[in-house]
């Protein structure tokens, strides 16, 4: 059977985190000019308000690796302080907070937290929930979209749906996992104003060869809220213990950073 290992394959592409030893980039260059742009306005951004929706579809449910639905909403405002917050479809929330000087980490499924000093750089925070591409630059897991979103996918410009002038850039690639006989096209669409990411989408088909059926999976990341001007107060990265949360004991999650 195929259809796991190509989903666990588009999982780890999807938050941008693919092992690669390739160094020279196979993108267009125009797709490769445009992806520059939004890793340099990602690197420069002083702070950030950031709502995505992330939904997982399989012609075969059990092929999921990871929950059908995520939720990732994200704050942040240099050099140190952290809002975000994960929710899995049937896998509970979790939040990361820093407010430059104490981070704290909480478990919906313990319903308990860690506390323990703020990195000076986000780069240091360890065990990150999943990330979406712009994130993963914004943490320093990868340091642009050259390789992206694989080592030998060449993105090219693509004409974006026709509804007027909608200030959007589409960029689209093929990708394929060696000795499996199944198609992806990554879509990628940026807005031209602030060269940020509003939408991600790899859809798959092919044949399933354990039963020789039609497969299928598609995710799609839906940028809701993009804010790169945002107006954050101390309340913004403010941490409350729900009702009945109990403290771990300290463990530091931070490289490199003392208990």
């Known amino acids: 059977m195929i259809s796991g290992r190509f989903v666990l394959a588009l999982g780890c592409i999807a938050a941008g985190v693919t ?3 390739a160094q020279t980039s196979k993108h267009d260059p125009k797709a490769l000019a445009i992806l520059d742009r939004c890793a340099a306005a990602i690197k ?3 702070a950030l308000h950031e709502k995505v ?3 997982s579809a399989a012609e075969r449910p059990d ?5 059908a639905k995520k939720a990732i909403e994200i704050k942040f405002q240099r050099p140190n302080k952290l809002w975000l917050t994960l929710d899995e479809a049937g896998a509970g929330r979790t939040r990361i907070i820093s407010d430059g000087h104490t981070l704290w980490r909480w478990s919906s499924k313990s319903n308990s937290y860690s506390r323990i000093r703020a990195p000076k750089e986000f780069a240091e925070i360890e065990n990150l929930p999943d990330l979406t591409p712009d994130l993963a630059v914004l943490f320093g897991k990868i340091p642009d979209f050259k390789l992206w ?3 030998d996918v060449q993105m090219k410009p693509v004409p974006p749906p026709k509804t007027g ?3 959007l850039d589409m960029l689209e690639g093929d990708l394929r ?3 499996v006989k199944v198609g992806a096209k990554v879509t990628l669409t940026l807005n031209r104003t602030d060269h940020l990411i509003r939408s991600v989408t790899f859809a798959s088909t092919g044949t399933d060869s354990a039963q020789s059926k039609p497969y299928s999976f598609k995710m799609d990341m839906n940028y809701e809220v993009v804010d790169p001007l945002p107006s954050f107060g101390a309340a913004d990265f403010r ?10 004991a300290p463990i530091s999650a931070i490289k490199g950073v003392p208990k």
């Open 19 to 21: 092992p690669c030893t």
């Open 44 to 46: 420069a951004l002083p």
């Open 53 to 55: 929706t992330i939904t």
């Open 63 to 67: 092929t999921l690796t990871s929950p």
């Open 149 to 151: 979103p694989g080592p």
């Open 165 to 167: 002038d909608n200030g």
């Open 177 to 179: 996992s060696p000795g």
């Open 239 to 248: 941490f409350s213990p729900p009702p009945g949360a109990k403290q771990e």
